[in-house]
């Protein structure tokens, strides 16, 4: 989860600061609630920068791609636990059996 704050451009407004019945969050309160969600905070301006959009979608991108890299280690390792135990082998030696070498070889990416 990624938390975004957007239209940042407004906070320097001074239209918005003047005549606007609403006060644009600032940086500390997006900043604590994304804590609070244990979401990394961003913030972009679309009429400032069109850059800033697209770092945002770049960091969600990059998010995704670890998040997927994570799964994938944590799917290999339980995996290779379930292996050891089906062979039978102690998996605290970490000695790599012949049946868990063939068996990484032939793994499909999906
Ligand atoms: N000040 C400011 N206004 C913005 C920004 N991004 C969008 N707006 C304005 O916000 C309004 C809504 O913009 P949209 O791009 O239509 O937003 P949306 O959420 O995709 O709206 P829908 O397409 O109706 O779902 C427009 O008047 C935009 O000009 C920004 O970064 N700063």
Redesign the pocket.
């Given at each position: 989860v990624l938390l975004v704050g957007?239209?940042?451009?407004?906070r320097t407004?001074l239209f918005?600061r003047s005549h606007s019945r609403h006060t644009p969050v600032s940086y500390d309160q997006g900043s604590n609630t994304a804590k609070q969600l244990s979401a990394p905070y961003l913030e972009?301006?679309?009429?400032?920068s069109e850059n800033s959009?697209r770092d945002i979608f770049h960091v969600a991108t990059l998010a995704c791609i670890n998040e997927n890299s994570k799964n994938m280690k944590r799917r290999k390792s339980s995996r290779a636990t379930k292996r050891t135990s089906h062979s039978g082998r102690d998996v605290s030696t970490g000695v790599t059996t012949h049946y868990q070498q063939t068996k990484a070889k032939s793994c499909a990416l999906m």
């Open positions: 957007c239209k940042s451009d407004l407004d918005t972009c301006s679309s009429l400032q959009v």
